[in-house]
Structures are given as C-alpha cells and as structure tokens.
C-alpha cells in the first residue's frame, strides 16, 4: 500500500505519454524536473540539444528545444528558482539557457577544450559546479602544491539582468 492505494494501482501506466520521441537517433542521457513543479521536465541528448517539456494541463508537450551545443550535452541542471538551465557538453562549452524563451544567456568554453561531463547548481548560492575530463587524476594539494588549471568562475546572471 502507498497512501490508499496499492502499489499495482499507483504503477499501473495508464496515460503513459512519450515527450521525447524528436531525440529518435541519440540516447537520452537525462531526464529531471523542474524544481517543485511536477508539470515541467527537461531532458538532455547526445544531439546536442535540450527539450523543454510540460506535462500538464492537457496532452504533454515540448514547449521548446534549446539548440546551440556542436557536440552531445551530456548533463544538465535547472536552477533553484527554474528561470535558468546550465547544460555540459562534450564539445566542451557549458551554457546558460532561459528556458522560458529558449535564449543562450551565455556559452563558456573550458580553457583546455576537454569534454564537459556533468554541472550542478549548489543549492544555497547557485553557484555552479563543473567537470570535465581534463584532469584524470583527482588533485591533491598534499602532494601536489601547483593547483592545475580550473574552470572560470561563471557569474550567473538571470534572464533580464544587465
């Protein structure tokens, strides 16, 4: 039982919707919500673009694709107050999306080119996390006093501001 239902009535699948069938030719690497809202989900492709979808009220649709990346984006992350998407590519750009409008706030690229794998906004500041696949070895300041080369800090700025 969850709630006052069983589990097969909560897992039943009625109305099951498919939202991402224009990335028919490269995998789906991840799909999130939106931050306290259940009827607004991104997913990201190896195609180099990132869907924007609603859920609900009426038939789920995707209310905009965000393009821009040249390679696959290989994560994403929405902002606390939703009014800004990061996206990680493997072509070695990381951008800053409005997703209310589709716009490319801002692309930075990584000082070496490498690859980047994954971003994450910190939850208390919104500040922004990045890897990439420069750096194989972990750095540890015990060993290793030169600090190598890290991502530049990205001001996050918000759909509007100067």
Known sequence: ?????????NYAFAGVYHVFD?????????????????HLLACCSLDGTISVCRLAPGPPA?????????????DFAWSL????????????????????????????????????LCCAFQPLNNNLTVVSDAF???????????????????PLMHPGSP
């Open 81 to 116: 107050s939703n009014d800004v998407l990061v996206s990680a590519s493997l072509d070695g750009t990381l951008r800053l999306w409005a997703p209310a409008d589709g716009r490319c706030i801002r692309r930075v690229p990584d000082p070496d080119g490498a690859a980047l």
């Open 1 to 9: 039982m969850a709630g006052d239902t069983t589990l097969s009535e």
């Open 22 to 38: 224009q990335h028919t030719d490269s995998a789906v690497p991840k799909v999130q919500f939106a931050h306290d809202d259940r």
């Open 136 to 154: 194989a070895a972990p750095w540890d300041p015990a060993t290793s006093p030169q600090r190598p080369q890290t991502f530049p800090q990205v």
């Open 62 to 74: 995707v209310l905009r694709v965000l393009r821009g990346h040249g390679g696959g984006v290989a």
